[in-house]
Every structure is written in structure tokens, then in C-alpha cells.
């Protein structure tokens, strides 16, 4: 049996059904990517597959607040921890993909002492033009300089 506002609050509209699954696509990917290579290599496919999708036009950055959306109810709906590394890659890709040129970051940070031993933390987030669009930085988190563009970089040898 069921209840009929757990049906409307649980499944989203079908008008946002092909961004979600995308998302969720995406996300997993990308995930499976830093996983088993590591970020530098993932920041290198992701480069080679801007450059096969090259968007012709820029789109209007009203499509943020919507992938914004996607990223944070898929995020809570696919089961495992998706951190926010993998959700800052994914808008990233998202993002570049409808042809807006956002920014990646890493930044990093030691916790307080005040709450025990002292960790290294990281947080990754993006940006569109100087604005926070999702993760956002913590406090006390130092932001790493900025990678340069991936396609003129030389390979290094093993």
C-alpha cells in the first residue's frame, strides 16, 4: 500500500528525471575513475572529454541552481558516501558541458586543536565567476593554487 505523499515528496518530477540520471551517471564514473587512478588522471580524462564534447555556444548560468539541485539529491539517494570531491568533479563536468566555464578547487586545512588530535583536512568545491556554486570552502581551509589546463602538459615517465 501506498501512501500517496510519500510518492510525490520521494519521486522527483519527470521533467528533472534526465539531469538526475545523468548526474547519478556521471557521479559514479567519475568516482570509479578517482578510485582506481587517482585525481591527476581523472583531471586528465575529464580535459579529453571537453575536448571530444566541445560545446559551441556558452549557456545561460540559470542551468546552475538545476545541476546544483541534481548534485545534492543524488548525492543523498545513491547509497554510499559521495564526497565532495566527487560532487565538485561531476559539476564540474556538468557544468562545462552545458558550456559555462566554472572553476575546480582543492583546499586544505588541519581541525582545531580544540577537538582532539590535529587531522589534515581537504575540501573540493567550484566556483562560477569568483561565486561559490557547491561544497563551498570551509573555514580555516587554505585553497590550493589553481592546476594548469591539462592539455599542454607533458606525460611523465614510470
Same mark, same amino acid.
Given at each position: =500500500?501506498?501512501?500517496?505523499?510519500?510518492?510525490?515528496?520521494?519521486?522527483?518530477? &519527470?521533467?528533472?528525471?534526465?539531469?538526475? *540520471?545523468?548526474?547519478?551517471?556521471?557521479?559514479?564514473?567519475?568516482?570509479? +575513475?578517482? &578510485?582506481? %587512478?587517482?585525481?591527476?588522471? /581523472?583531471?586528465?580524462?575529464?580535459?579529453?572529454?571537453?575536448?571530444? !564534447?566541445?560545446?559551441?555556444?556558452?549557456?545561460?548560468?540559470?542551468?546552475?541552481?538545476?545541476?546544483?539541485?541534481?548534485?545534492?539529491?543524488?548525492?543523498? &539517494?545513491?547509497?554510499?558516501?559521495?564526497? /565532495?570531491?566527487?560532487?565538485?568533479?561531476? #559539476?564540474?563536468? =556538468? !557544468?562545462?558541458?552545458?558550456? +559555462?566555464?566554472?572553476?575546480?578547487?582543492?583546499?586544505? #586545512?588541519?581541525?582545531?586543536?580544540?577537538?582532539?588530535? *590535529?587531522? !589534515?583536512?581537504?575540501?573540493?568545491?567550484?566556483? %562560477?565567476?569568483?561565486?561559490?556554486?557547491?561544497? #563551498?570552502?570551509?573555514?580555516?581551509?587554505?585553497?590550493?593554487?589553481?592546476?594548469?589546463?591539462?592539455?599542454?602538459?607533458? &606525460?611523465?615517465?614510470?
Amino acid at each position: =500500500m501506498s501512501i500517496p505523499w510519500t510518492r510525490t515528496f520521494m519521486t522527483p518530477p &519527470r521533467s528533472r528525471m534526465p539531469v538526475l *540520471v545523468e548526474t547519478a551517471l556521471c557521479m559514479l564514473a567519475i568516482e570509479l +575513475l578517482v &578510485r582506481i %587512478y587517482g585525481l591527476l588522471p /581523472c583531471q586528465r580524462a575529464i580535459t579529453a572529454v571537453e575536448r571530444v !564534447l566541445q560545446v559551441r555556444r556558452a549557456r545561460h548560468p540559470g542551468v546552475i541552481p538545476g545541476i546544483v539541485r541534481s548534485l545534492e539529491t543524488v548525492s543523498q &539517494r545513491l547509497p554510499g558516501r559521495h564526497a /565532495c570531491l566527487s560532487q565538485a568533479l561531476t #559539476g564540474l563536468v =556538468m !557544468l562545462r558541458r552545458r558550456g +559555462l566555464p566554472v572553476q575546480f578547487h582543492l583546499g586544505v #586545512g588541519q581541525t582545531p586543536l580544540a577537538e582532539g588530535p *590535529v587531522t !589534515l583536512v581537504a575540501h573540493a568545491w567550484i566556483s %562560477y565567476q569568483g561565486r561559490v556554486i557547491t561544497g #563551498g570552502p570551509l573555514t580555516g581551509l587554505t585553497p590550493l593554487p589553481q592546476l594548469p589546463p591539462m592539455s599542454g602538459m607533458p &606525460r611523465c615517465s614510470r
